[in-house]
């Protein structure tokens, strides 16, 4: 990353550099005044985003001290939940009526179903980002390790992660080598790699974790997203497994299991 922002001034050369040849390139889609007045703009919205920058610097300072005392916080916390976990369960149901077989099945089924889904999301992330470590490296497609740690990351979010990521990629490439065979070969191999990741890779691990079908978690990432933003898309999955939990140990679909039989009968 550090080497990336020290480049990044190169990188806006030539970008602009690029820019001023559009009229030369396509005379009859650009003029010079068209992308004099582009770049100005593009300059424009980086000093409003610098001064807005420069705004939040105190805001930021609190949320790091936050961040810092949640960093200690947090880990004391997890280790007197998994320490005390039965005795922390054994309060919390004091609360709850005794008859509560919807509650049961529904916290049993989705305890199994997340567990797997977070173990599996966390190998998922591993085994991508090493193959796109070593797709990169052996591209020889710069910043490889941070590009690499920004696909591993990025299955977190089915869909949208692969998306937003491909963005980057393709324009550490085009800087690197422009409109090329390597851009292409770059563009080619991730293309190879998320259809592996989505059609081999994760219904190995999750074929019998999370029984989603594809239109549920897209609905899932909208409806989530829509109502809580960045965390309702970060939890998406979860969230749709609970909701799935809870509509398979729903008392109507046993009941109307049980008139079927008897009609049946």
């Not at 369960?89 to 919807?102: I, M, N, T, V």
């Amino acid at each position: 990353m550090t080497q990336l922002v020290r480049e990044l001034p190169n990188i806006i050369a030539l970008g602009q550099e690029s820019l001023l040849q559009l009229p030369q390139k396509y005379p009859g889609l650009f003029t010079e005044a068209q992308v004099s007045d582009l770049i100005e703009a593009i300059r424009s919205e980086i000093a409003t985003m610098s001064q807005h920058v420069l705004s939040l610097s105190l805001p930021a300072v609190f949320g790091l001290i936050s961040l810092m005392v949640y960093s200690i916080l947090v880990p004391v916390l997890v280790f007197f939940f998994l320490k005390d976990k039965y005795r922390i369960l054994a309060w919390f149901s004091q609360s709850l009526p005794k008859q509560r077989r919807l509650v049961d099945e529904v916290a049993q089924d989705v305890n199994v179903q997340v567990a797997n889904y977070v173990r599996g999301k966390v190998w998922e992330i591993f085994i991508v980002g090493s193959v796109a470590f070593a797709t990169f490296t052996l591209l020889e497609l710069h910043y490889a390790l941070l590009l690499a740690t920004m696909v591993g990351l990025s299955v977190i979010i089915p869909y949208v992660g692969a998306a937003v990521v491909t963005i980057p990629i393709a324009l550490i490439g085009w800087f690197q080598w422009g409109w090329s065979p390597e851009l292409g070969w770059l563009l080619f191999a991730y293309g190879v790699l998320q259809a592996l990741d989505g059609y081999l890779l994760v219904p190995l691990l999750f074929s019998e974790v999370v029984d989603l079908h594809p239109v549920a978690i897209i609905i899932a990432i909208l409806v989530f997203g829509g109502l809580w933003g960045f965390w309702g898309v970060f939890f998406a999955i979860p969230l749709a497994t609970l909701v799935q939990a809870v509509m398979n140990a729903w008392p109507g679909k046993e009941a109307r299991a049980d008139d079927a039989g008897a009609a049946s009968a």
